[in-house]
């Protein structure tokens, strides 16, 4: 990968029924300090506006020629960023959920990172802004002690990595090599398929300069323990276990 910092990232943001969320972060991209990037929005069958909400955002900034819709008709987060692969040019391929509002140098931070030596992916927490003050910030207190030492301990042992799905960039020359999204995950385990992927070609860093905000809704319409239940199992079954496909309604995927 050219690690110049003139390299092209390609933003790829999974969509279904986000017509509440999406304008948020699409604003937010347009603050972004770091020129050379392009985004993906792939609609994943949505029942609602999603598509004429992106439509209408693009027509409105016709000076927008980095940015552009398509559609995935196989429901999924990876079959959504699988059709966004395949068309993305950019050597970073960063990872950005509908939900989250990412810092004016998001971008340019992951480029940095990219950077380091050996690094194929960066990542980082959540900050869930939309919570209330005290679980919003034991979560990101748990995300910025916790989640480098396990990191560090599954690449140690060679099980893999942590990856934080919404919040991720990867070298594009290595996420193809490794054969793409594993479009058989639905949602959760997602992100700890592909960080072991990805992690035989080189290190995954998990930066807690790297934070983005992040929606709550999946807390709110679950329950905190729940969500928390299922993320472990996850990673419990893949990393630990010979791993196991994760079903899941795409209600409970995506709550509204």
Not at 121 to 137: E, K, L, M, N, S
Not at 221 to 249: C, H, P, W
Request: hydrophobic share 40%; aromatic share 12%; charged share 25%.
């Amino acid at each position: 990968m050219n690690k110049m910092k003139t390299c092209k990232v390609s933003v790829l943001i999974p969509a279904f029924n986000e017509e509440k969320y999406i304008l948020t972060t699409l604003q937010a991209l347009l603050k972004q300090d770091y020129l050379n990037f392009e985004v993906i929005i792939v609609n994943n069958l949505s029942t609602d506006n999603t598509r004429k909400v992106v439509e209408d955002f693009i027509n409105d900034h016709p000076h927008l020629q980095n940015m552009t819709i398509v559609d995935e008709n196989l429901q999924g987060t990876n079959h959504a960023r699988e059709r966004g692969r395949k068309i993305a040019t950019g050597d970073i391929i960063a990872q950005l959920d509908a939900d989250c509002i990412p810092a004016s140098n998001w971008i340019s931070r992951g480029v940095k990172l990219m950077q380091k030596s050996n690094i194929v992916a960066v990542t980082g927490p959540y900050d869930y802004f939309d919570t209330f003050f005290f679980r919003r910030y034991i979560t990101l207190l748990a995300q910025i002690i916790f989640y480098p030492v396990v990191d560090t301990f599954s690449q140690l042992f060679k099980k893999g990595g942590i990856i934080i799905g919404g919040n991720t960039f990867i070298d594009a020359t290595v996420l193809e090599k490794a054969g793409g999204y594993n479009t058989s995950f639905t949602f959760y385990g997602d992100d700890i398929d592909i960080a072991k992927k990805v992690f035989s070609y080189g290190r995954i860093f998990y930066s807690n300069q790297l934070i983005l905000k992040s929606s709550s809704r999946r807390f709110k319409a679950l329950g905190f323990n729940t969500v928390q239940k299922k993320y472990r199992k996850a990673f419990i079954d893949l990393i630990f276990l010979k791993g196991m496909k994760i079903e899941e309604s795409i209600e409970l995927i995506h709550p509204r």
